[in-house]
């Protein structure tokens, strides 16, 4: 009963709760009985909980009742959370938001949704699905006002990294994404300006120009990232979908190889290489890879945005479930809408006003997207 009513609780009561009752639970069994080695934290916790699919169905024999009923309720907080939040920002009548109540629901389920089209070849959306989007692995640039903006800035951007490479920030700042390192292999690195959707102050502050390009282009930036990718030589991505087919990505190309055919990517059935100044588009929810054959690094800026399909309102809401994400996952930093989380666990990503983060509020704050 105690447990039961433990669900209405916030979560750092629902975790002490949890707690006192692990320790009871030790207390009372036999030693030769195993017990939990540890009570989950609330990061922990709702970081597991918002892995939608490895958390919709816990398997009981390998999580102890306790540590999976503390899980589900951090889960069902952070769903309440949402459709509290939701319903707050559209309030009946005040824009259509259905598939994003959609995408909630197949998020809860942890299962891809029946109307996601996969019997398309190569389309791989994963439970993080709205639906009713064009779906197809290649986008032309010259469709997206901005891109061209983005690419007449190219020296500016190459300059800058440049810059940065001779100060040392290679290898040592360009990092391996350790979610998925066997995917992306050790030979892919990357440096951040924003993940998540929020923005780095560190490494915001080292590329001051690059950020007033990005700011002064209507660019509708998604929840995914900014980055400057390296890829080593000899290496490569190896073929997967990042899943959320909301998100469309642009690759800048800034320092390419000079050897045809060496470095390029796959997205789809179709393979194509990147030139310095210009700009690729793709739907990375379709299977697709890289390879960099030559004897050099090759840079490119990437650039995630929002599915030009989605509506204000929907990006809006969209925005709102992955700002509640980071602040139950604990992360901190400056989003897109310039808000700035008190909260922050990931190295530049402070949660205080003032600094480079106030200017990244000023820079990006009042874009509507």
Not at 182 to 196: F, P
Not at 278 to 289: C, G, P, Q, R, S
Not at 302 to 322: G, M, Q
Request: charged share 20%.
């Amino acid at each position: 009963m105690a447990i039961a009513a433990g669900r209405h609780l916030a979560p750092g009561a629902v975790f002490l709760l949890v707690l006192c009752l692990a320790r009871v639970e030790a207390f009372l069994q036999p030693p030769a009985t195993p017990v939990i080695p540890h009570a989950l934290t609330d990061a922990q916790g709702l970081k597991q909980c918002t892995n939608f699919r490895a958390v919709a169905t816990l398997p009981g024999s390998r999580t102890s009742s306790l540590s999976r009923m503390h899980m589900l309720s951090l889960r069902d907080n952070f769903f309440a959370a949402v459709d509290e939040e939701l319903k707050t920002q559209f309030p009946p009548g005040q824009g259509d938001i259905s598939r994003v109540r959609a995408f909630v629901e197949s998020c809860k389920a942890g299962t891809v949704p029946p109307s996601a089209p996969t019997d398309l070849p190569y389309f791989q959306p994963s439970e993080e699905y709205v639906p009713g989007l064009t779906a197809k692995p290649w986008h032309d640039p010259c469709s997206f006002e901005w891109v061209r903006g983005l690419e007449e800035a190219t020296p500016i951007i190459q300059e800058e990294l440049r810059q940065a490479l001779g100060q040392g920030q290679d290898p040592q700042d360009f990092r391996a994404d350790s979610n998925v390192m066997t995917v992306m292999g050790a030979g892919w690195t990357a440096l951040r300006l924003q993940r998540l959707g929020l923005w780095n102050e560190d490494v915001c502050a080292r590329f001051p120009r690059t950020l007033s390009v990005l700011a002064s282009l209507p660019i509708p930036f998604a929840v995914r990232g900014v980055m400057f990718a390296r890829q080593a030589p000899e290496t490569g991505v190896q073929a997967h979908s990042d899943g959320r087919n909301f998100i469309l990505t642009l690759h800048l190309g800034l320092r390419i190889p000079k050897e045809e055919g060496a470095c390029w990517i796959r997205v789809g059935g179709e393979r194509r290489s990147w030139q310095e100044g210009k700009a690729l588009v793709i739907d990375t929810t379709f299977e697709h890879e890289t390879g960099n054959g030559s004897t050099e690094d090759r840079y490119v800026l990437i650039v995630d945005f929002w599915h030009p399909d989605l509506s204000v309102e929907e990006r809006a809401a969209l925005r709102s479930f992955y700002d509640l994400r980071n602040r139950f996952e604990g992360r901190g930093g400056v989003t897109e809408g310039g808000k700035v989380s008190p909260q922050g666990s990931e190295r530049g990503e402070k949660g205080k006003e003032g600094g480079v983060l106030a200017g990244l509020a000023a820079l990006f704050g009042g874009r509507r997207q």
